[in-house]
Nanobody, 127 residues
Framework: VQLQASGGGLVQAGGSLRLSCAAS????????MGWFRQTPGMEREFVAT????????LYTDSVKGRFTISRDNAKNMVYLQMDSLKPEDTAVYYC?????????????????????WGQGTLVTVSS
């Protein structure tokens, strides 16, 4: 399984970025696909996740109302639209796949619920 994240970059506070993640190597028909982020010296933290159908999405509180996760199953892609960016959103963003089709919210909000990880893309938000 390969996950290739892209779309990171430098943006001013209040701006927007759209991250993309291309997945390959398995059938993702029952998988959750998520985004995590990490800053130096900190644990990798949950950002958002989405079920295969898109009917179930979860967000960390700090990004609710600003970030939107979506996926295109025909293309094996997952996206993270990030609006109203803040300097505290600066991090390396990772996409991930959880092969567990049913689980609790806490399961999908934990890095330990994910089986495959991409290489990360850096997002820098300047003040």
């Amino acid at each position: 399984v390969q996950l290739q994240a892209s779309g990171g970059g430098l943006v001013q506070a209040g701006g927007s970025l759209r991250l993309s993640c291309a997945a390959s190597g398995r059938t993702f028909s029952s998988d959750f696909m998520g985004w995590f982020r990490q800053t130096p010296g900190m644990e990798r933290e949950f950002v958002a996740t989405i079920s295969w159908s898109g009917s179930r999405t979860l967000y960390t509180d700090s990004v609710k109302g600003r970030f939107t996760i979506s996926r295109d199953n025909a293309k094996n892609m997952v996206y993270l639209q990030m609006d109203s960016l803040k300097p505290e959103d600066t991090a390396v963003y990772y996409c991930a796949v959880s092969t567990r089709p049913y689980g609790s919210n806490s399961y999908y909000q934990s890095r330990w619920g994910y089986d495959y990880w991409g290489q990360g893309t850096l997002v820098t938000v300047s003040s």
